[in-house]
């Protein structure tokens, strides 16, 4: 079946601007988590989804960050007035209850000007 | 708060021979999981290997095994045969186990493994 999608797979944006990133996750996975990867780093939490509601937003940086997942299925991570340092690969999981596996999806480079 | 270490930045084996990575945490949960994951150019994680914390057995998949050493916090990874596919950045990740909670991954700063033929 197919894996985790995410749209785009680059993004380059001019700061102060507003972006959206999208993912997919598996059909069926009710987990979905959002991680950030700076050059150099190890992928970091920023927020877990179960079913539609977040459980657990303690990574987001600040509030210009936001994510949603209204259907309990594709999720969006808003990001508002971008600064250079946002710039990073944004990676997406998903796996079935929270506790297995968890599929990660190719990832959005984001790139702020 | 969990912490992984990986203190290898950069390694490099010839193909066909046997390489081990080093990931060293910290916790001060009794129930947890670790992973290795891979990650070549195309950013895509995948995941290598799994080991519940509750097994004393070292995991093991294929060409990949684990030497998980519960009081001394380390879970190194051992790759044998390498093959040039194995060129990847690898990820030494943490997730707590217990009910209810968060089931998020730490991760370290990963090992860049370059094959050589």
């Known amino acids: 079946g197919a894996g985790v999608s995410q749209t785009p797979s680059n993004k380059v944006t001019e700061k102060g601007k507003y972006v959206e990133l999208r993912c997919d996750p598996i059909s069926g996975h009710t987990a979905l988590y959002w991680y950030r990867q700076s050059l150099g780093q190890g992928p970091e939490f920023l927020i877990y989804?179960?079913?539609?509601?977040?459980?657990?937003d303690s990574g987001l940086p600040n509030d210009r960050f936001f994510a949603v997942r209204p259907e309990g299925s594709v999720s969006t991570l808003k990001i508002q007035r971008t600064e250079r340092g946002d710039s990073a690969v944004y990676l997406c999981a998903s796996s079935s209850d929270g506790l297995t596996e968890q599929y990660f999806g190719p990832g959005t480079r984001l790139t702020v000007t | 708060a969990q912490t992984v270490t990986q203190s290898q930045p950069e390694m490099s084996v010839q193909e066909a021979e046997t390489v081990t990575l080093s990931c060293t945490y910290d916790t001060s949960e009794s129930n947890y999981y670790l992973f290795w994951y891979k990650q070549p150019p195309s950013r895509q994680m995948i995941l290598v290997i799994r080991?519940?914390?509750?097994?004393?057995q070292n995991a093991t998949e294929n060409r990949f095994s684990v030497n998980f050493q519960k009081a001394a916090k380390s879970f190194s990874l051992k790759i044998s045969d390498s093959q040039l596919g194995d060129t990847a950045m690898y990820f030494c990740a943490f997730m707590k186990g217990s009910g209810g909670s968060n089931y998020k991954l730490t991760f370290g700063k990963g090992t860049l493994l370059t094959v050589n033929p």
């Open positions: 989804f179960q079913g539609t509601g977040a459980a657990d």
């Open positions: 080991q519940e914390a509750y097994k004393q």
